[in-house]
């Protein structure tokens, strides 16, 4: 991990900044299929819901990305298996952020006894494709034609990592 590099559990107050990430995600891209932007509201309810299972990346002044897991699917029988979300600032790109999120994520992930972690990537993404290969994600479908944002469909990647 970078020297100027922090990874911290995610309070309330780095709502605002978590807020802009992802609106910024929603807004411009096809990184994420939702159109509807998050309030500082919406994601200060994530951050207590998620129970400790919320980061940031800082370099003591910026947050610079977030990492969090949940449900994957509804049922005590996926109780082990979650989804994960995370953003990057464009800014933090390129300096090991991502990757020191994913690591404290998926050793969480694991102490609470999750089997396996899920990412659901939008074709029209293929770094974060390659990102999740390179940390041992492994391609397992494309569901056609799941998404519709910007007035077209668009297909999901489906990748998973046994912890």
Same mark, same amino acid.
């Given at each position: ?69 949940? +449900?994957?699917?509804?049922? =005590? #029988? ?9 953003? /990057?600032?464009?800014? %933090? ?47 397992? +479908?494309?569901?056609?034609? =799941? #998404? ?9 990647? /489906?990748?998973?990592? %046994?912890?």
């Amino acid at each position: 991990m970078p020297t100027d590099l922090i990874i911290r559990a995610a309070t309330s107050d780095d709502a605002p900044a978590i807020a802009a990430i992802w609106n910024h995600y929603i807004r411009h891209t096809a990184v994420t299929f939702n159109s509807q932007e998050k309030t500082d509201q919406d994601v200060a309810a994530d951050i207590e819901s998620k129970s400790g299972a919320f980061w940031v990346a800082s370099d003591g002044d910026t947050i610079g990305g977030f990492a969090t897991y949940g +449900a994957f699917r509804g049922g =005590v #029988g996926y109780a082990r298996t979650k989804e994960h979300t995370i953003q /990057l600032d464009p800014d %933090f790109s390129g300096r090991g952020a991502g990757r020191a999120l994913m690591d404290v994520l998926c050793a969480h992930a694991k102490a609470q006894g999750i089997h396996s972690l899920w990412a659901g990537i939008s074709e029209e993404n293929p770094a974060g494709v390659a990102f999740h290969r390179a940390i041992g994600f492994e391609h397992v +479908a494309i569901l056609p034609e =799941v #998404g519709f944002k910007f007035d077209r469909w668009m297909d999901l990647v /489906l990748m998973q990592k %046994f912890l």
